[in-house]
């Protein structure tokens, strides 16, 4: 989809702030109600916006931890790695899984509590479908964490 201003206009203000009412966003941008609702709807069927969400505080919500856990498989088996995919789909702690090339199958970040809290995910891990081997990077601190695409 070939983008104008009006339309990098709306998709930088709503990536800044998503719950701006269409209101508030066409007089931001400078366009009618109807205009930008319209644009806004066209961006959305196109699949450029890929949803909406609630950007929670890690630390607030009681997991102020980063851990990046690399994931090597037994087999890179087709039916493998997607029993793995689902699988780790379904830990709670998991907030993101990359399949990977390289030395590794999958990057995980994983958010925990602390160390003890980790322990316990990690077991969940190691007992996920075909994994081999668990290695663990614990972040020290956050520099910056960034939502927002130029486009």
Do not use: W
Request: hydrophobic share 40%.
């Amino acid at each position: 989809m070939k983008l104008d201003a009006h339309d990098r206009a709306i998709v930088s203000t709503l990536q800044e702030e998503g719950r701006l009412s269409n209101v508030e966003l066409a007089a931001r941008v400078g366009l009618s109600e109807s205009a930008t609702l319209r644009r806004v709807k066209n961006l959305e069927d196109s699949g450029l916006v890929d949803g909406y969400a609630m950007i929670l505080n890690q630390a607030a919500a009681g997991k102020p931890g980063n851990v990046f856990v690399s994931i090597s498989l037994e087999s890179q088996q087709k039916e493998r790695l997607a029993r793995f995919e689902e699988a780790v789909s379904s830990v709670a702690e998991v907030m993101e899984c990359y399949l990977m090339g390289g030395d590794v199958d999958y990057l995980l970040r994983v958010i925990v509590g602390g160390g003890p809290d980790y322990e316990r995910v990690h077991h969940k891990l190691t007992a996920l479908p075909g994994v081999a081997r668990v290695h663990s990077a614990f972040s020290l601190r956050t520099v910056f964490k960034k939502t927002k695409i130029e486009v």
